[in-house]
């Protein structure tokens, strides 16, 4: 399959929208149905079944083509002139990725238009990573967790699989103990991203034909013998989830409707079920010794690496331009995320808005934000590649825009106060 050719592009939708029916959907889970989905580059967006397209989008062949905007970023889902739709960026992807697993990520995209249709509630505060506690202990009971975890998904009978989910779930309460509520933020993503990764691998196993303990394992190597790096944390719940829909396939395998009703995150929901007649299980300290032992060297390289990303950042060639104002953070990526501090640089992409407008960076910018609200962005760095120069009551900022604020220089540092409405709308690239 081929995605460098425009013509590529336009036969690989229409054999995808053949796949993507309503009675293929139901069966990776109840009530699941398709959506409008999207291709798109650094240019273009190959735009299927929405019914009502942006303007200056233009049929090809049955495929709705058009310039790519500020509205295309990420492999995600928006709402796009009141439809949700699915993206995903072919530039993110070999050239010659596999249908069958470009079809599998499509899937996964269009779930999340399906919890954000019946309403789900339950997605993860992204931004309760910048204040996540790295702690060895934490992140030491964590590695043993997710080993149980594993071991009670491939359990041989059912007796041996209940004695293993017991033993993860009193590392998890043991956690959740330690952390409080930051244990929400793993909790929302298992059971948004979780779920998805597991309709994802549902689709893969379906088109591929490759038995399922295979691909089970092959999802979830990093859950045991291989560690991800703290760097991957968020990316590492979606395995976990994954793994806890398993668990309650093999308890009941209609569990799907009652979950999406239901507003427990996924683990309680799976606790309501399995172990509402568990005995108390201690934790054994002793088992966790070596984790604690990986932790502590996982913790320190993750530090050492947020530093150098922070360093790398500031080492950034062209202008440097500071942002103040009363920013509020509206749009990012959370996969693209460095915090140390009360520094969050975001190495994608974000949008800010302040002043009833919107500020759109389609690269990487430093925000300093408030500790007392997250959301809320007291500074925004970023880089420039030419001098930024004052028009009228607005200050232009190459590859940005034409912002309404005021400009002056400091020790070779551009400041600009942020005051009125938006900045000039651009295509992206």
Known sequence: MLLDSREGVVKLIKSLERKLTTERLARYWTGFHGMPFALYDANNVFLDAHPNPPDGFAAEDGIFVGERTRDFVGNTVIELNGEYTALWDISTVSSVISEER???????????????????????????LCQYPFESKNIGLR????????????AETALVRREYTARFVSLREERRSLIGDYLTYELGLESIEGTATYVEFQAFMEETQLPKDYLAAKYGYRLAGEIDRLEDFRPSCYPSGMFICLLLDS?????HHEYTLSSLYLYDFLVQRTMADRRDMKVDNRECLGAETMARHLIAEYTENKRKS??????????????EGNMGLSK?????????????????????????GTIFLDQSALAIISKDNLHK???????????????????????????????RERSGVFLV??????IENRPVG
């Open 143 to 154: 590695i043993k967790e997710r080993e149980w975890l594993v071991k009670a998904v491939f």
């Open 332 to 356: 990012f990526d959370p996969m693209n995320i460095v915090s140390v501090d009360s520094m969050a640089l975001h190495k994608h992409f974000l949008e800010v808005s302040y002043g009833g």
């Open 310 to 323: 922070i360093d790398d950042f500031e080492r950034s060639g062209g202008y440097r331009v500071v942002l």
């Open 377 to 407: 962005i007291q500074e925004l760095h970023v880089f420039v590649p030419r001098k930024p120069r004052p028009r009228g009551d607005r200050v232009w900022l190459e590859d940005i825009g034409c912002i309404k604020g005021t400009l």
């Open 251 to 255: 308890l009941d395998p209609n569990w």
């Open 102 to 128: 470009l079809f599998s990520l499509i899937v996964h995209e269009m779930f999340h238009g399906f919890q954000l249709r019946v309403g789900d509630k339950r997605f993860a505060n992204e931004l309760l």
């Open 417 to 422: 106060e942020l005051s009125g409405e938006d």
